[in-house]
């Protein structure tokens, strides 16, 4: 999570979001094969869906179809749960990450780890972890650098 972290660190502060982190992880190796921070490519982009549009853009594809290039283990690290909803009506990482099918049609992610809960500032209770669920994707709260995450994530917020 310590390197999730110092993506967030490279995000851009903004009061209208949160500086998050996120790696695309090989479940068996734990190699890290992607790293994003949010509005790392342009648009208004999420970290974790930075991650996926990388490694989309690597092997020329559209985002949804990267999971024909990533190992069928692959987990997601991201300093702060997926989003369920933007204020900006932009697609929310939850369904990108359930969009994202692996060679044998299930979610490529299998494994969420989060470093914090969504605090309630812009969406209200954040339910993306229950829809990921559903999905047979596992989400699991690796406690420890709650303080540091938020911290780093609401750095461009008013004081
Ligand atoms: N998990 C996560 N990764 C991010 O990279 C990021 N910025 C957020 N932030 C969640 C927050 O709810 C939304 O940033 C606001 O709802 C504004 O929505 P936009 O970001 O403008 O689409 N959450
Ligand atoms: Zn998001």
Not at 22 to 49: I, K, P, W
Request: glycine share 8%; charged share 30%.
């Amino acid at each position: 999570m310590w390197e999730a972290l110092d993506q967030a660190k490279q995000s851009p502060p903004k009061p209208s979001n949160y500086r998050v982190g996120a790696l695309l992880v090989d479940g068996d190796t734990g190699e890290v094969m992607v790293r994003g921070y949010t509005l790392e490519l342009e648009g208004n982009t999420h970290a974790e869906q930075c991650c996926l549009m990388k490694a989309a853009q690597a092997h020329d594809l559209p985002e949804e179809r990267v999971g024909e290039v990533l190992p069928p283990n692959t987990v997601l690290y991201t300093t702060m749960e997926p989003c369920s909803m933007r204020l900006s009506g932009n697609l929310p990482c939850v369904d990108r990450i359930i969009r994202t099918k692996d060679a044998n049609g299930k979610p490529l992610v299998k494994k969420v780890y989060l470093g914090v809960k969504e605090p309630e500032k812009f969406v209200g209770e954040n339910k993306g972890r229950a829809k990921l669920e559903e999905h047979g994707i596992e989400c699991i709260h690796i406690p420890g650098l709650e303080k540091e995450i938020l911290e780093v994530a609401t750095a461009g917020h008013e004081k």
